[in-house]
């Protein structure tokens, strides 16, 4: 914690930012709070060891993350939700593994996914619920083609 008689001692900008360093173990971050170990980042709230992320809350160890919330290892993902390990997703919402996904909910290992629902392992799909190792599916319900009426009668 940094004291107000530490900030007050200080001569110069480089003074200060080394305080910080000191206090928080963060470097080169701007308007940054509670954050601890994170090199880079913008705007970020209660964030740890991340590099490089912009305006996001309280994740582990992200890498160019933006707007994203209680994530952990993930990179280069925006606007992601309880997401672990991730890479490239968009709005995507307690995934794990999953790369180039957007829109998705607790998936996991999936590729290039759109708008799916609990699916694992699945690689180019939209609009999916449950399935496990397809690719290239639209409307699919655990492994079963749905039309897109009856899928989006599904209560997801």
Excluded: H, V, W
């Excluded at 360093?21 to 601890?36: E, L, N, R, S």
């Excluded at 999916?128 to 655990?142: E, I, L, R, V, W």
């Amino acid at each position: 914690m940094i004291t107000k008689e530490q900030i007050l001692a200080g001569k110069t900008r480089s003074d200060l930012l080394a305080l910080r360093t000191a206090a928080t173990g963060c470097m080169g971050c701007t308007g940054c709070t509670d954050c601890m170990g994170c090199t880079g980042c913008t705007d970020c709230m209660g964030c740890t060891g991340c590099t490089g992320g912009t305006d996001c809350e309280y994740c582990t160890d992200c890498m160019g993350c933006t707007d994203c919330k209680y994530c952990k290892y993930c990179k280069y993902c925006k606007y992601c939700t309880d997401c672990t390990d991730c890479t490239g997703c968009t709005a995507c919402t307690d995934c794990a593994g999953c790369t180039d996904c957007m829109g998705c909910t607790g998936c996991m290992g999936c590729t290039g996914c759109t708008d799916c629902t609990d699916c694992e392992y699945c690689t180019d799909c939209t609009d999916c619920m449950g399935c496990t190792g397809c690719t290239d599916c639209s409307f699919m319900a655990y492994n079963i083609q749905l039309t897109e009426a009856e899928y989006r009668g599904l209560p997801l």
